[in-house]
């Protein structure tokens, strides 16, 4: 019977992969070679594991108020593909920064999506148009967010 290591080997990783995974961070565990059992063949994370420790990464970036990080890792997210959640966070850190019309253009695709596929009603459609509205209103275009009916 193998032993299975929780990490990867970076070898044959391609480098995107290799930079979630720091050097050092997917040694083999020493409980294998404890055991006397042979470790078994590492394999890559899946895409779904990248992004929730990317999820992860970020809100706990976010959390301890450090923007530009958490700014950084939801762009690495969205390297993967849309997502209106990493969007949003990526406008909040945005909206943080300074950058509020950065924060605006994503909080209109965010509000977009989550119209087209949510509907007009549900919760998380609301919340962006109220995040939009605060932003519209941050760059003195209050009168902005009366006409699209969000204040």
């Known amino acids: 019977m193998s032993c299975r290591p929780e990490a990867v080997l ?3 990783m391609s480098a995107t992969l290799r930079s979630y995974f720091p050097a050092g ?19 890559a994370p899946s895409l779904s594991r990248i992004k929730r420790t990317l999820t992860e ?15 950084e890792i939801n762009r690495k997210l969205l390297e993967h593909g849309p997502e209106a959640e990493a969007e949003n966070r990526l406008a909040k850190a945005l909206w943080e920064m300074g950058d509020l019309a950065g924060a605006r253009a994503l909080q209109e695709k965010v509000l977009e999506t989550r119209r087209r596929v949510l509907g007009e009603e549900h919760p998380d459609t609301l919340t962006s148009m109220g995040n939009l509205a605060g932003t ?8 902005g967010a009366q006409d699209r009916g969000l204040g």
Request: net charge neutral; hydrophobic share 45%; with cysteine.
């Open 10 to 12: 970076r070898k044959g």
């Open 57 to 71: 990464q970020a809100i706990a970036e976010a959390t301890a108020a450090r923007w530009e990080e958490a700014a």
């Open 25 to 43: 961070s997917y040694a083999l565990p020493a409980a294998c070679a404890a055991a006397g059992r042979p470790a078994a063949a590492p394999s």
């Open 136 to 143: 519209l209103r941050d760059q003195g275009d209050a009168q």
